[in-house]
């Protein structure tokens, strides 16, 4: 599928998005970009048109994420199993998304701000959208 044909199918299902979903200031939209490196988000007042927070993988380090999960030596094999699927489901970027969707919680909550819109700019909803999603909703966030 050439790359244009692509973005403009993504914007399309964005301005669909957009058609039922606004911010406020009091209930600000939470929007979400992502590329094949990084991923940002935006806390956003439609009605001011005006960015109150963002925040990216940018400003996360990637070290502090990227941590083994450890295994005792003495642990049954669906403990491992177990271990072993909690690392892949969040691991490289997933798990950096989910970081991000917490950075912006904390923001968030600082500022004062605790229910949200989200927004999840033409993307399916799974993969690191979801993850970012989750890692605001653990963060304290509510939509």
Not at 129 to 143: H, N, S
Request: net charge positive; with cysteine.
């Amino acid at each position: 599928m050439p790359v244009l044909l692509k973005k403009e199918k993504r914007k399309r299902r964005h301005l669909r998005v957009r058609a039922k979903i606004s911010g406020t200031n009091t209930v600000p939209r939470l929007s979400v970009f992502k590329s094949n490196k990084h991923i940002y988000c935006q806390l956003i007042d439609d009605e001011k048109s005006k960015t109150l927070l963002s925040a990216s993988d940018l400003e996360i380090k990637k070290t502090k994420v990227l941590k083994k999960v450890s295994v005792e030596k003495n642990a049954s094999a669906k403990e491992v199993k177990n271990k072993e699927k909690e690392q892949k489901a969040l691991s490289g970027k997933t798990a950096i998304a989910f970081e991000v969707g917490r950075l912006i919680a904390e923001k968030a909550i600082k500022n004062k701000v605790k229910k949200i819109v989200f927004d999840r700019g033409g993307f399916s909803y799974h993969g690191r959208i979801k993850a970012l999603a989750e890692g605001a909703r653990v963060g304290g966030l509510e939509f």
